[in-house]
């Protein structure tokens, strides 16, 4: 059953609707977000993601629009962070290593369009969060740039590109499959 | 090798969106969380604001007493340094910055000018030389004499006046009722205080008497009757007729006692006139405060 809407100061107040409406439109989201990125828990994201809004409700200002990028920010910066930690230790985890990589994972068995996903991982990692917030989140260019840390123009002028790069990937790799057949 | 539109490329990228549905229990126990982290969040806010508040006013009261106290510590260092009350290295230094300004301020060797304070109330200068003080109680006595009876009033000589005019001893004259002198005036009944009477004694008027004076009004305190004439200020005792020619001369006229002076406004007890008693200081021949009768000074009446 679909939740209407709360406001943000329904938030603020603690309505317990409004939580539930928050968890059911953000959860998945950054769930699917965390294991795109190959996050070894994205559920321990979504959670520490979602907590740090609520702890934050009181003081944050603006409407929807800022509360979703604030959310992507935040479930960024900690997948991101979570990432560093994993390359600066140098430390092999059993749960880690069994896991399959982020292209096998969701992007490769799971999508439907493994050329598009093998495409996005030629890209630098910050080209391909952008990309992943922009068009597969939905994220306005605005929002993008918030949760990224970019400016608005630097995030706009990254995403021409990287979508430019994405195309001619897409079409080099067509262009072998159609001369390999 | 195909072309890719735009349009295509984003579809393709949003068919990549995988929804997660996260499991109820899940989801309620963590939206209960983020409920009770809301409230909280919430109260911490208000908690915050409170301390903020306050702060800010301890702040403002704080600088607000500071202020005042600037005040009021500027306002005393100016007043010092106008008056030259600065002990003489500040005040030349407050001296010096002050004349940078324009501000004229005394330094430590100038000179303040001191305004004489002069008192409210002219005392009287008193010449103990000249001035003999008497300490005589005037007596006023009334006897109710019974108009049937005859009345022999005798007063014993009066040893205790010791009044002195100019240091000279007084003669002792022995005077009748009606008569300069100083003997207590002893009127019987039906008589009459005659004006021009030495009223230098205490009347002692019998009911009926009529105590003629000048100045009935005045409270009827009469003392041995000295008569002093005499320009420098004079403390006449009491019954004492003062003559006094200055009239800016301050004097002290005890009760009862009369000061010749034009000054007629001579406050009640001042006259030194009782009833049957006349204010004899014009009279030569009283010499007035010589006048020797003693007060009190009285023969036996032959009445």
């Known amino acids: ?181 | 090798m195909s072309r890719i539109s735009r349009r295509s490329l984003t579809a393709r990228l949003e068919a990549l969106r995988v929804e997660t549905p996260l499991d109820d229990a899940f989801a309620d126990d963590l939206a209960a969380r983020l409920q009770s982290l809301a409230i909280a969040a919430s109260f911490e806010v208000g908690v915050k604001k409170g301390r903020l508040r306050r702060k800010f006013v301890a702040v403002i009261g704080s600088v607000g007493v500071i202020g005042w106290i600037g005040v009021t510590g500027a306002a005393a260092s100016v007043g010092l340094a106008a008056t030259g009350n600065f002990p003489a290295p500040i005040q030349d230094v407050v001296s010096n910055v002050f004349d940078v300004v324009g501000i004229d301020v005394p330094a430590s060797d100038d000179d303040v000018e001191q305004v004489p304070v002069e008192p409210d109330v002219e005392s009287p200068a008193i010449d103990d030389e000249d001035v003999t003080i008497e300490t005589t109680v005037p007596i006023e006595t009334t006897v109710p004499i019974d108009e049937d009876v005859p009345v022999e009033t005798t007063l014993p000589d009066d040893d205790t006046d010791s009044l002195e005019a100019d240091g000279e001893d007084t003669p002792t004259p022995s005077t009748r009722p009606g008569s300069s002198g100083n003997t207590p005036a002893v009127t019987a009944p039906g008589q009459v205080g005659s004006p021009g009477n030495s009223g230098n004694t205490p009347a002692v008027t019998a009911p009926g008497q009529v105590g003629k004076d000048d100045e009935e009004d005045k409270p009827s305190v009469t003392a041995p009757g000295q008569t002093k004439n005499d320009d420098k200020p004079s403390v006449t005792a009491p019954g004492q007729v003062g003559k006094d020619d200055e009239e800016d001369k301050p004097s002290v006229t005890a009760p009862g006692q009369t000061k010749k002076d034009d000054d007629e406004s001579s406050s009640p007890g001042q006259s030194g006139s009782a009833p049957g008693q006349a204010n004899k200081s014009d009279d030569e021949s009283s010499n007035p405060g010589k006048s020797g009768d003693a007060p009190g000074r009285t023969k036996k009446n032959e009445d």
């Not at chain 1, 990125?37 to 409407?63: C, K, M, Q, W, Y």
């Not at chain 1, 030629?122 to 929002?143: C, F, I």
């Open chain 1, 1 to 181: 059953m679909a939740i209407r809407r709360p406001s943000i100061a329904d938030l603020k107040r603690g309505d317990p609707r409004a939580w539930r409406w928050f968890v059911n439109e953000f959860g998945s989201a950054v769930t699917g977000y965390a294991r795109k990125f190959g996050h070894p828990d994205p559920e321990e994201v979504t959670g520490s993601t979602l907590e740090a809004i609520a702890r934050r409700i009181a003081t944050f200002e603006g409407g929807h629009a800022e509360l979703r990028s604030f959310v992507f920010s935040i479930a960024h910066a900690r997948i991101v962070d979570d990432v560093r930690k994993r390359s600066r230790r140098q430390q092999v985890d059993v749960d880690w290593a069994s896991q399959p990589s982020l292209e096998t994972t969701d992007m490769g068995i799971e999508s439907s369009d493994p050329d598009l996903v093998a495409a996005l991982d030629q890209m630098p990692d910050e080209l391909k969060h952008m990309l992943h917030l922009r068009y597969v989140e939905g994220l306005s260019t605005k929002e993008t740039a918030r949760a990224i840390g970019k400016s608005e123009v630097a995030t706009r002028v990254a995403l021409s590109r990287g979508m430019a790069k994405l195309r001619a990937v897409l079409e080099s790799s067509s262009s072998h499959e159609e001369v390999e057949s």
